[in-house]
Nanobody, 121 residues
Framework: QVQVVESGGGQVQAGGSLRLSCAAS????????MEWYRQGPGIARDLVASITRTGSTKYADSVKGRITISRDNAKNTVYLQMNSLKVEDTAVYYC???????????????WGQGTQVTVSS
């Protein structure tokens, strides 16, 4: 069984910063891609940033230059450093981990329960 747990959400004023963490635990061979998504009220869940095991990153255009994704493979943890936050960044932020359970190249997707980020003006 694999568990993915986010933490670090909260309320902050516009222009402020937050750091989200997401830790994966359980029994598995490796974690390949780790991603952050967000879902605002009445909006579809969208990709914010992703990072591969080797450190290659991708970002949504709306967050480039303000948000940084990083990971600690030894801790099976991914981070999302969010700076210069805007009201429109308000959403539930979800972590997704692409997990390889055995040496066979089969990947499984696991989602966390989400953490709320609220940015006030």
């Amino acid at each position: 069984q694999v568990q993915v747990v986010e933490s670090g959400g909260g309320q902050v004023q516009a222009g402020g910063s937050l750091r989200l963490s997401c830790a994966a635990s359980g029994t598995f061979f490796s974690i390949n891609v780790m991603e952050w998504y967000r879902q605002g009220p009445g909006i579809a869940r969208d990709l914010v940033a992703s990072i591969t095991r080797t450190g290659s990153t991708k970002y949504a255009d709306s967050v480039k230059g303000r948000i940084t994704i990083s990971r600690d493979n030894a801790k099976n943890t991914v981070y999302l450093q969010m700076n210069s936050l805007k009201v429109e960044d308000t959403a539930v932020y979800y972590c997704r981990a692409e997990v390889q359970k055995t040496s066979a190249p089969n990947n499984y997707q696991y989602w966390g329960q989400g953490t709320q980020v609220t940015v006030s003006s």
